[in-house]
T-cell receptor
Framework: GAVVSQHPSWVICKSGTSVKIECRSL??????MFWYRQFPKQSLMLMAT?????????EQGVEKDKFLINHASLTLSTLTVTSAHPEDSSFYIC????????????FGDGTRLSIL | DAKTTQPPSMDCAEGRAANLPCNHS???????VYWYRQIHSQGPQYIIH?????ETNEMASLIITEDRKSSTLILPHATLRDTAVYYC???????????WGLGTSLAVNP
């Protein structure tokens, strides 16, 4: 089955640093990938839709200069949290479009980001 | 995309069937019903989806009412590893953004 690998799974860093999270489709190509954020005891919130070879589409309220998304190939999308602060601490999850119109999205295992 | 309504929590005894309901009264004709689950601190896992016919796979069965305004996910023999939050989502296609509610937190008890 389709596998999405997300790396790293867990990261702790100091306030003010930038953190890059990778999302890879391992055995299929994904023109479209999605980035979500999830706070404790809350549901997933879509941050942006990442399209290969073009600019990402951000949801309302998500700062595009804060959360940089690059989707340079059909198997890799990256999310960079720039100048991270404690309020950016969260669980970040990526997904890739399914292979076929009605097919489900495939999710990574998430990245737990903690900013000190 | 149509909104869904699910009970916030349910309990089930291990080995028994778990029946998780979902209301989607505003579903459009081209929207599918998808079920995902999320085990604590992991990414969501796809379970099953359907348009109007009932569906079954190795994980679960999906029963969709004839008017498509509600559905039920059935885990035939729940195990402790099925303890998770279950999300019912309606969506018209794979490259459309998914709208996540709070889901149903299923606790399978020994």
């Amino acid at each position: 089955g389709a596998v999405v690998s997300q790396h790293p799974s867990w990261v702790i860093c100091k306030s003010g640093t930038s953190v890059k999270i990778e999302c890879r489709s391992l055995d299929f190509q994904a023109t479209t990938m999605f980035w979500y954020r999830q706070f404790p005891k809350q549901s997933l919130m879509l941050m942006a839709t990442s399209n290969e070879g073009s600019k990402a589409t951000y949801e309302q309220g998500v700062e595009k200069d804060k959360f940089l998304i690059n989707h340079a190939s059909l198997t890799l999308s990256t999310l960079t949290v720039t100048s991270a602060h404690p309020e950016d601490s969260s669980f970040y999850i990526c997904s890739a479009e399914g292979q076929g119109w009605d097919q489900p999205q495939h999710f990574g295992d998430g990245t737990r980001l903690s900013i000190l | 995309d149509a909104k869904t309504t699910q009970p916030p929590s349910m309990d089930c005894a291990e080995g028994r069937a778990a029946n998780l309901p979902c209301n989607h009264s505003t579903i459009s004709g081209n929207e599918y019903v998808y079920w995902y689950r999320q085990i604590h601190s992991q990414g969501p896992q796809y379970i099953i989806h359907g348009l109007k016919n009932n569906e079954t796979n190795e994980m679960a069965s999906l029963i969709i009412t004839e008017d498509r305004k509600s559905s039920t996910l059935i885990l035939p023999h729940a195990t402790l590893r099925d303890t998770a939050v279950y999300y019912c989502i309606v969506n018209a296609g794979n490259n459309r953004k998914l709208i996540w509610g709070l889901g149903t937190s299923l606790a399978v008890n020994p």
